[in-house]
């Protein structure tokens, strides 16, 4: 959903893009590229950060794109031309999903023990997404396949086509993450990283993926939100099969209190969307956003007992594709947990094994 408060936000770019292949600068030592998807959210922004480890000049990529041969011909036009003729050092993801993660083998293997650059091109991410990575480039994990298909259908699901379509999505991952890095180096909350002489903060955040880290630089205002703070739409919560009881939208909402600290002029990198200031006003939509939501679900369980899928017209005013459902169902399951485990809603398991949520 595209926020209606947007004007609130300033854009210093303007509607400035670069364009596949090319980098532009932010900020001394600080370049934005930005690679297409294929799907409805159709690009994601990946970060340039000038450095040096080890005496050697170079660079640091943050976020990776997916595996595709698209995506691999536009990082070389990248590497040919926007490099200053320097070498990658290091790779940091923010999170294990396959737009920030997906070439981090290739890139790794690519830039290590090349000249002028390092034994081994490093990726840095925190532990719990790197080791969820590793097992979902071999499994399902939530993103397909049977159990996804008869979790959601738990949850109200019953449109055959659409679960016949999400068993068929076993390889949703590994076609985009075909394999991670054997080795990482981890990022935690807290923990600073000189990269290139200035001094990035690690904030971990929850709810969107396991142990997103987005970093924070105070002495260039920049905030390198991830997916974690969005200006366009809200992030993507949501529950999955592998942990079905569990309660992401307050774990985000939670994550979002560790923001409340950075300066007014902060200018935030998103991972999706225009670089922009107003970090603060975000924080607050992205709450209301939340809280009108939960309070859509509220009235909908205390109207008569409700499941997840029948909640989807109420939290999504659009036509959704089927990439796009097995998010909204994931976000619906999200909200209706949140109020459950507040102890707000009931839940049942009825004869048919769906569960329906109702007011207590």
């Excluded at 209190?257 to 970090?279: I, N």
């Excluded at 036509?319 to 109020?339: C, P, R, V, W, Y």
Aim: with cysteine; glycine share 8%.
């Amino acid at each position: 959903m595209a926020n209606p408060r947007e004007s609130e936000l300033h854009y210093p770019l303007g509607d400035l893009l670069p364009q596949p292949g090319e980098a532009l600068d932010l900020a001394p030592g600080v370049r934005w590229v930005r690679m297409g998807l294929p799907f409805a959210l159709d690009h994601i922004n990946l970060w340039l950060l000038r450095d040096r480890i080890d005496g050697r000049e170079g660079w640091t990529v943050v976020d990776c794109g997916i595996t595709s041969d698209e995506t691999r011909a536009n990082w070389e036009t990248v590497f040919a031309e926007r490099l200053d003729g320097l070498p990658v050092l290091r790779l940091i993801a923010t999170h294990f999903h396959p737009d920030h993660l997906g070439l981090a083998h290739w890139l790794s293997a690519r830039w290590s023990g090349v000249p002028g650059g390092l034994p081994e091109c490093r990726l840095w991410m925190s532990a719990t997404d790197f080791n969820l990575a590793r097992l979902a480039s071999s499994s399902t994990v939530g993103m397909g396949g049977e159990a996804a298909a008869a979790f959601f259908g738990s949850h109200g699901l019953s449109d055959e086509e659409s679960l016949a379509k999400i068993r068929g999505r076993a390889d949703y991952y590994p076609r985009m993450v075909p394999a991670v890095p054997a080795a990482f180096r981890r990022l935690m909350d807290g923990m600073t990283l000189d990269i290139g002489g200035r001094r990035w903060r690690c904030i971990a955040g929850y709810g969107h993926a396991p142990e997103h880290i987005s970093l924070f630089c105070e002495e260039a205002r920049l905030l390198i939100s991830g997916d974690m703070v969005l200006p366009r739409i809200s992030t993507n919560v949501s529950v999955v099969d592998v942990e079905p009881e569990a309660d992401p939208l307050t774990l985000y909402l939670q994550s979002l209190q560790r923001f409340d600290e950075l300066p007014a002029d902060t200018l935030v990198l998103p991972s999706h969307g225009k670089p922009f200031t107003g970090l603060h006003p975000r924080l607050d939509q992205l709450r209301e956003h939340h809280d009108e939501r939960l309070a859509e679900v509220m009235a909908a369980c205390s109207a008569a007992p409700t499941h997840a899928a029948g909640l989807l017209d109420v939290l999504f005013k659009r036509k959704l594709d089927l990439h796009q459902t097995t998010f909204a169902m994931g976000e619906s399951i999200a909200h209706l947990n949140a109020l459950w485990l507040a102890g707000r809603l009931r839940r049942e398991r009825g004869a048919d094994g769906i569960y329906r949520f109702s007011a207590v």
